[in-house]
């Protein structure tokens, strides 16, 4: 079964640069979820998508952004690329109601 | 607002003996409860997950779940441990009648399977 995929796997960026990570949800799942997991952390909520429109937000600093397009597939925009932001970046996606998520393997963003 | 307490850090077993990895759960409704699994430098991996009906939850590599309600517990159980559990275990809660809101993490327990 088609799984929840996330690109890139590795990304190195510098301090002060911009990423953008990219997350395609499982086909006819209408909500999408984006994580950080830092180093030794539990996963934090960042934001959320609903059939393309920002459904709830946690804590997502500023200098992150993220949308959901309308193959439904979503990217997370971060810039001003800060030390403390490398970390594991996670999509889930679901359907409305049924209690179920699956997440991707994650993007592993290292700002150097 | 949610919540997931995992009391503990780490959890030492050996080999063949029974595990479990606690936890507690606070949401204002009825709650969707999930365990996920990560090994080093890798993803989420799905094990088991609570939405209604018995309250004994079965799921991958022989995990079991209970899911106790006056007790807002969901602690993860195994009857035999193997070395290849030694992982990161977490709970995860959602309240139930909150529409598509996000699932809430603990901080995690780190298992240690001792052969």
């Known amino acids: 079964a088609a799984g929840v995929i996330q690109s890139p796997r590795h990304l190195i960026k510098e301090k002060r640069e911009t990423a953008t990570l990219k997350c395609y949800p499982i086909?006819?799942?209408?909500?999408v979820y984006w994580y950080q997991q830092g180093p030794g952390q539990d996963p934090q909520f960042l934001i959320s998508?609903?059939?393309?429109?920002?459904?709830d937000k946690g804590s997502i600093p500023d200098r992150f952004s993220a949308q959901q397009f309308s193959d439904y597939h979503s990217e997370l925009n971060m810039s001003s690329l800060e030390l403390g932001d490398s970390a594991l970046y996670f999509c889930a996606s679901s359907i409305t109601g049924t209690g179920g998520y699956t997440f991707g393997s994650g993007t592993r963003l290292t700002v150097v | 607002a949610q919540s997931v307490a995992q009391p503990e850090d780490q959890v030492n077993v050996a080999e063949g003996n029974p595990l479990t990895v606690k936890c507690t759960y606070s949401v204002s409704g009825n709650p969707y409860l999930f365990w996920y699994v990560q090994y080093p430098n890798r993803g989420l991996q799905f094990l088991l997950k609570?939405?209604?009906?018995?309250?004994l939850v079965k799921g991958s590599y022989g995990f079991e779940a209970e899911f106790n309600k006056s007790q807002t517990s969901f602690h993860l159980k195994k009857p035999s441990a193997l070395v290849s559990d030694s992982a990161l275990y977490f709970c995860a809660v959602r309240d139930m009648n909150t529409g598509n809101t996000p699932l809430v993490f603990g901080k995690g327990t780190r298992l240690s399977v001792i052969a």
């Open positions: 086909p006819r799942h209408d909500t």
């Open positions: 609570y939405i209604t009906g018995d309250n």
């Open positions: 998508f609903y059939e393309k429109m920002q459904s």
